[in-house]
């Protein structure tokens, strides 16, 4: 028996396995050859029991805050770079490994209740986050939140120009949308933004090509929107949160934000004004374009839908209705 240098091991190892050059992080403590090899002082309760995955401008943020609520609950620490977002399994920051993800999560005071979890938006629409997600946390719940994906694209839009982007500035929603293939590479950009993670059932089949179904919670995130309390409810028998906590109590709508907000001393404590923005409706002109263009997506995800049980939701049932 002979063995080579580290070096000489690693240049092996790629060439047999060319296509293996990106690592995948797993869960040290699933494979016991892996969790003897693993340093004793380091635990694998610091990672996350369930993923708010996103789509970006769908409510997650709402979402996040008011999960965050529950006394069993405990969200990722802060990023310096995301706000409230990790944004591990998505980009760059999965290089950073293991060690750098579980440091986002506190250790677990007491083992038998708490559940820990984080949301990044942008993971529903990005093509490595489901296998890295599943090769780290195969046994995670998922939830997502889907909108009308015309009105999903729209609040990027108006999200963009908030955000003082000048090719957002520069052309109207309608421009962006319909931008042709000759348009520059800016404006086709936005509008890759705006359209590409409205393509529902395109991105779910991805997750559920890895996850089981019964892992993944599709939220409709007009109920969500328009009551929190009901979808929460849903959600915490979902998690098996325990103890029930009681939302209809802790939430309230507020008049003036147009919005529920979190009931905090006896006042309303609403989202910035980053969520939930004013601006002027969608034209009717862009409207029409993304009934056209969203139809045959929504067919799709209305098939998904109910092959995994749900009823549609009014935005989905009506699109499909009126434009068929
Ligand atoms: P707009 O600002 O375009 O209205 P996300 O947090 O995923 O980025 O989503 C932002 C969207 O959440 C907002 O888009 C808003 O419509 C929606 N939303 C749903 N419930 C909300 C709430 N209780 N407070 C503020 N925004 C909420």
């Not at 028998?237 to 109590?249: G, I």
């Not at 995994?308 to 989905?316: D, Q, R, T």
Request: glycine share 4%.
């Amino acid at each position: 028996l002979s063995t080579s240098t580290p070096l000489e091991l690693g240049q092996k190892y790629f060439q047999l396995f060319p296509n293996d050059r990106e690592a995948i992080w797993q869960n040290p403590c699933i494979d016991k050859r892996h969790q003897e090899i693993w340093s004793k002082e380091k635990t694998c309760d610091r990672l996350p029991n369930f993923l708010i995955i996103g789509p970006q401008k769908t409510g997650t943020t709402a979402l996040y805050m008011f999960i965050k609520m529950h006394p069993s609950v405990v969200s990722s620490l802060p990023s310096a770079t995301a706000y409230e977002e990790v944004q591990f399994f998505n980009g760059a920051n999965y290089q950073r490994g293991l060690d750098w993800y579980m440091e986002f999560f506190p250790p677990q005071l007491n083992h038998s209740t708490q559940v820990l979890f984080e949301k990044s938006a942008c993971y529903f629409a990005a093509e490595p986050a489901a296998w890295r997600a599943y090769a780290l946390l195969p046994h995670a719940k998922l939830i997502t939140v889907l909108i009308n994906p015309a009105d999903r694209a729209y609040s990027w839009y108006q999200h963009q120009r908030a955000h003082h982007d000048t090719t957002a500035f520069n052309h109207t929603f309608f421009e962006v949308v319909s931008a042709g293939p000759t348009a520059s590479l800016t404006l086709r950009s936005l509008q890759n933004h705006c359209l590409q993670p409205g393509w529902y059932a395109y991105h779910l089949e991805r997750w559920l090509h890895h996850f089981p179904p019964a892992q993944l919670l599709i939220v409709d995130g007009h109920q969500l929107r328009a009551n929190p309390a009901e979808v929460l409810d849903v959600i915490q028998s979902f998690l098996e949160l325990k103890p029930y906590f009681n939302y209809t109590k802790a939430l309230t709508f507020d008049p003036e934000k147009g919005f529920w907000c979190q009931v905090e001393g006896g006042k309303s404590q609403c989202l910035g004004s980053g969520k939930g923005r004013m601006y002027p409706e969608m034209d009717r002109e862009s409207r029409k374009f993304l009934a056209g263009y969203y139809y045959e997506h929504n067919i799709r995800l209305s098939k998904t839908l109910t092959r995994l049980g749900y009823s549609l939701p009014a935005w989905l049932h009506d699109h499909l209705t009126r434009n068929r």
